[in-house]
């Protein structure tokens, strides 16, 4: 579907509802997996209390390591797919939430939980760990407005936040901003923040007309983005009260 649709707009809105479908699978998939392990700790937690380590290290050895081995990729695969799908303040702070839970627990506190048992840092799992870590290929190269204000008063001006992720930083992040009916877009430069994010600021307004006009580009390495996607042809609007 997202590869048939026809136009830039429709292509972004339909590869956000599959990306959320793909982010789910491996997640789930994760969460089952993790369940198992627990089982496998909380079985050799009774071995312990029955004073038999060696028998719970054999079985955290034998079971419980082949699945964190297994549930690895699989958060990183919803990880990443989430990452690239995130396009809202929501979704900013849904994936931090992720980042400090979700992969916190499966990636580091299962892993430390298995090896408390063993004595040791499985090799294995350190590789793992590091792989599942890596930052290689962990996301496209994106632009986007977390917030797309559509109302202001005449007078006022609003912050925007521009987040581009991706393998190469942008060197140059700018706002194109005209009254609607006017011929050509204004440009402001954005000024970056760190972290992939830039700072610039709508408005404030004089103008009559009673909407702007408002999008976002940027260029990194040979690639020119824009948010959103087939700006300057598709741009958000603001309402002047």
Request: aromatic residues 6%; glycine residues 4%.
């Amino acid at each position: 579907l997202v590869a048939q649709a026809a136009t830039p707009a429709e292509r972004e809105r339909l590869a956000y509802l599959a990306g959320h479908l793909e982010f789910l699978v491996p997640y789930a998939d994760a969460w089952i997996l993790a369940h198992r392990a627990q089982g496998v700790l909380e079985q050799a937690a009774r071995l312990v209390q029955e004073k038999r380590p060696a028998d719970a290290r054999d079985r955290v050895r034998a079971e419980a390591i082949p699945i964190w081995l297994e549930l690895a990729p699989k958060v990183r695969q919803a990880i990443l797919a989430f990452q690239n799908i995130a396009a809202t303040r929501n979704d900013v702070g849904a994936l931090a939430s992720l980042h400090n839970k979700f992969v916190r627990l499966a990636l580091v506190r299962l892993r430390m939980s298995i090896e408390e048992y063993l004595g040791e840092i499985s090799p294995d799992m350190q590789r793992a760990y590091e792989q599942a870590s890596s930052a290689a290929g962990a996301v496209a190269q994106r632009l986007f407005l977390p917030t797309r204000p559509t109302f202001l008063a005449r007078g006022e001006k609003v912050r925007l936040l521009i987040l581009a992720p991706g393998p190469a930083d942008p060197t140059t992040v700018t706002l194109h901003v005209k009254p609607h009916g006017a011929p050509a877009f204004t440009s402001h430069p954005a000024r970056l923040l760190g972290r992939r994010t830039w700072e610039t600021w709508l408005g404030p307004f004089t103008t009559p007309a009673p909407l702007i006009e408002y999008h976002v580009s940027a260029q990194a390495g040979a690639t020119r983005l824009t948010a959103p996607s087939g700006a300057p042809a598709l741009s958000c609007r603001l309402t002047l009260l």
